[in-house]
């Protein structure tokens, strides 16, 4: 039976997906921080595959943060927040984060709130 990543993988894999980007970081550069090739870096961020420990605390300390940021507080507590935003799970959704918090006008913002909110039918 073949192995299946768990939930908290894919949590793990997006955390370290959205530190990267927060670093301006591509996936090439983390990789040759860790060591592995960037399809590997991929892989660890999409959950398909597991991260060792070790290599775990390797990018911590390549990113500037703790293995515990990596994780949910409490990752099965029942009616808890979800475990990743749902912004966060895409590139798309984390560029448009770290792009619209980079927009110094407020007015911009808010002008750029209400196009999204029109295109999401809200």
């Known amino acids: ?3 299946r990543s768990h939930h908290i993988d894919q949590v793990v894999g997006l955390r370290i997906a959205a530190r990267r980007s927060a670093l301006g970081w ?3 550069a983390l990789a040759r921080a860790l060591g592995v090739s960037f399809q590997q870096v991929q ?3 999409a959950g398909a595959n597991r991260i060792s420990a070790s290599r775990l605390h390797q990018a911590a300390a390549a990113m500037g943060c703790s293995v515990a940021d990596f994780f949910p ?3 099965d507590a029942e009616g808890s ?3 990743v935003h749902p912004v966060m799970a895409s590139a798309e ?3 448009l984060a770290e792009a619209f918090v980079r927009i110094c006008d407020a007015e911009a913002r808010r002008a750029l709130t209400r196009v999204a909110q029109a295109m999401a039918g809200a």
Do not use: D, F, W
């Open 1 to 3: 039976m073949p192995r």
């Open 26 to 28: 591509s996936q090439s």
């Open 43 to 45: 892989k660890y961020e």
């Open 73 to 75: 507080a409490r990752p």
């Open 81 to 83: 927040e979800p475990l």
């Open 93 to 95: 959704g984390r560029n």
